[in-house]
């Protein structure tokens, strides 16, 4: 028997695949080691409320979003960073889980699972998502900062005695981090991303026009005409909605100064908590800050005119890193590639009984 389970780990190592996963309030993307970011997909699930089922997940759930009957619904199992439905994000890591296997025999394998997670999550948080991870088919569980894996998948240089300032915006949380020597010097987790900024939108249309928008609707009028710097040529954009006096259907025109006072308040919260950090840095790392200057990741940074306006407020240099919407997965694909090497950047690790390997 000694021997048989022996083998089975022997074999199960021989043919194990490892899998980074940017588990986000708005998009989960997944990373297979050797083959690189091969899921970019809503973090969107459909569900029959008359019998529990899960009817779709990912691009397909999020066509459904305000389009469903009453006892569909089609939700988001993490809010502002966290899990908010534990058997629903079990079912959706099991799906990408299961949508990245290959080979006859990947079914019987159970993956090496790298998560990125907020920086202000408590163990509560962090160990839903760990038996998240582990329900969803994973043999071992590991988890990591996101704005460590940010800067990482940023190609900074964390591992040297010198100051990397990373702010990773993102849908649900914005997480800002002085680094040095493969740790976070100062943090900060703003529960203020992407999200809020739709949401904004939305409450300044119908404070301002009477009109009602859907979720949906305003992220797409922020990706359009969204911008936190004045342009240098003014963009317009047509939105419809249902009008709240007559109740009947609206069409609008809005402008991107619109958009931008709408989201001034989520922007600003942003900047203010940018300068804290860097009111609480250590001197020694602050030349370094400025010589390589703020990095930002996450797709909230490509937000028209944002680097100009935390350059301007901050009197530093900012950088968008390229294809920051994969920052943090792609961090997360560098560690699980010499995962022996950059283990201390890792939180923690869990195999399939919960108990620590480490």
């Known amino acids: 028997m000694l021997r048989l389970k022996k083998f089975w780990h022997a074999w199960q190592s021989r043919w194990r695949f490892d899998i980074g996963i940017d588990l986000g309030t708005a998009n989960t993307l997944v990373y297979v080691k050797g083959k690189g970011v091969i899921i970019n ?16 997940i990912g691009t397909e ?10 006892h569909i619904v089609a939700t988001r199992p993490l809010v ?5 439905d534990f058997e ?5 890591l099991t799906y990408f889980i299961n949508k990245v296997r290959d080979g006859r025999f990947s079914s019987l394998i159970k993956p090496r699972v790298l998560v990125g997670i907020p920086s202000g999550v408590t163990e ?3 160990r839903a998502v760990q038996e998240a991870t582990l329900s ?40 800002i981090a002085v680094i040095s020597l493969g740790g976070a010097v100062v943090a900060k987790s703003l529960r203020v991303g992407g999200d809020k900024m739709n949401e904004d939108i939305i ?3 119908r404070e301002n026009f009477s009109l009602l928008l859907g979720e949906k609707t305003a992220e797409d009028v922020k990706v359009a005409i969204g911008s936190a710097y004045r342009l240098d040529q003014p963009i317009k954009i047509a939105i419809r909605g249902r009008d709240l006096i007559t109740g009947l259907p609206k069409e609008i025109e809005v402008s991107d100064s619109d958009i931008r006072q709408a989201t001034q308040k989520s922007v600003r919260i942003i900047i203010n908590t940018i300068k804290t950090v860097l009111e ?35 009197e530093m240099p900012v950088k968008v890193v390229d294809d920051p919407l994969t920052a943090v997965v792609r961090g997360t694909g560098i560690v699980l590639e010499d995962i022996d090497e950059l283990r201390s950047v890792l939180i923690d690790t869990y195999v399939e009984d919960n108990k620590p390997k480490w």
Not at 41 to 56: C, D, F, H, R, W
Not at 88 to 92: A, G, H, I, L, S
């Open 80 to 84: 502002e960073g966290v899990i908010s």
């Open 124 to 126: 509560v948080e962090k």
């Open 61 to 70: 759930a999020k066509k459904m979003v305000g389009k469903t009957p009453a």
């Open 88 to 92: 629903v994000t079990e079912q959706m």
């Open 136 to 175: 969803g088919g994973a043999g071992e569980a590991y988890l990591i900062d996101e704005p460590i894996a940010a800067a990482i998948g940023a190609r900074l240089p964390i591992q040297e005695a010198g100051g990397n300032m990373i702010v990773d915006i993102g849908g649900g949380t914005s997480e």
């Open 280 to 314: 609480t840095t250590p001197p020694e790392l602050l030349g370094d800050i400025m010589r390589r200057g703020v990095i930002l990741a996450g797709g909230g940074s490509l937000l028209r005119g944002l680097d100009r306006l935390i350059a301007e407020q901050t």
């Open 41 to 56: 997909e809503p973090s969107v699930v459909a569900v029959n409320k008359k019998t529990g089922k899960i009817l779709a």
């Open 203 to 205: 409450n300044y249309v």
